[in-house]
């Protein structure tokens, strides 16, 4: 598969995101001034795609089962990580919670967080990209720094 690809595809997923796009672009050999903006204009994508999702087609899943159960359990996990930081610094909040970059922290979920707490959606998608932009920085530079550390190792015990 195609590396650019495969940043775009990992970094539109909801469980890697950019967390797992830009370390396999870089892993494949493509330069950061590549996999950067790619991985982060692909996470951002989610934040309209799964808003539009929540504003219609969400009422019309919720008569499964399976998908309510699904989305109750993980919108009570949302709230318990994204509320006190949202409603202590508000549209900061949510920046800060995006911006770190672990699981169930990324644009998808605070794409939810933001429409479970009903904030302004246009203010909310802001401080989402914010947030993406920096945890994409966070995530290069470990992968960046990791890479030359291994570097070093492997250069010494040659």
Do not use: Q
Not at 9 to 32: F, H, K, T, W, Y
Not at 83 to 102: C, N, Q, R, S, W
């Amino acid at each position: 598969m195609n590396p650019i690809l495969k940043v775009v595809i990992l970094s539109l997923l909801p469980i890697s995101e950019l967390r797992g796009g830009i370390p396999v672009g870089l892993a494949s050999g493509l330069n950061i001034y590549v996999v950067y903006p790619l991985a982060v204009i692909s996470n951002l994508i989610a934040f309209p795609i799964f808003y539009l999702f929540l504003s219609t087609l969400h009422h019309f899943f919720l008569r499964f089962k399976l998908y309510r159960k699904s989305f109750e359990s993980f919108l009570e996990r949302t709230r318990k990580k994204a509320h006190p930081k949202i409603e202590k610094y508000g549209y900061l909040g949510l920046t800060l919670f995006v911006a770190i970059p672990l699981p169930i922290t990324g644009a998808y979920t605070g794409t939810l967080a933001a429409w479970f707490f009903k904030m302004n959606k246009r203010n909310s998608f802001f401080a989402v990209l914010l947030g993406v932009i920096i945890a994409g920085i966070i995530v290069s530079l470990v992968c960046i720094l990791g890479i030359h550390v291994l570097d070093i190792f492997i250069k010494d015990s040659a």
